[in-house]
Nanobody
Framework: QVQLVESGGGLVQAGSSLRLSCAAS????????MGWFRQAPGKERTFVAA????????SYADSVKGRFTISRDNAKNTVDLQMNSLKPEDTAVYYC?????????????????WGQGTQVTVSS
């Protein structure tokens, strides 16, 4: 079993930055890809970013490309999401997810384990 705990959410103004962190436990973290998803009120959960097992490969949703950066520290079993130039449309609950393969993409079915989520609210 894998446990994922997100932190770092909050209420910020448009144009601000936030850094989300996800702490993982329960298996060999460095063997698997990780991702971030988000879910706005009344909408489906959507892909934000993914990072491969080593951190060498990353991918992003078009809506966040150039503003968000995903990174991981395999020594600390953490994966972070640096969010810059935040917009009101970034408001959502953000979820950390763990895949079962070394590389993963944007599909929810690729991720087996999920955190409880952290709220990010961006005011205009």
């Amino acid at each position: 079993q894998v446990q994922l705990v997100e932190s770092g959410g909050g209420l910020v103004q448009a144009g601000s930055s936030l850094r989300l962190s996800c702490a993982a436990s329960g298996r060999t973290f460095s063997n698997y890809a990780m991702g971030w998803f988000r879910q706005a009120p009344g909408k489906e959960r959507t892909f934000v970013a993914a990072i491969s097992w080593s951190g060498a490969s990353t991918s992003y949703a078009d809506s966040v490309k150039g503003r968000f950066t995903i990174s991981r520290d395999n020594a600390k079993n953490t994966v972070d999401l640096q969010m810059n130039s935040l917009k009101p449309e970034d408001t959502a609950v953000y979820y950390c997810a763990a895949a079962t393969t070394r590389y993963s993409g944007s599909y929810r079915y690729e991720y087996k384990y999920w955190g409880q989520g952290t709220q990010v609210t961006v005011s205009s």
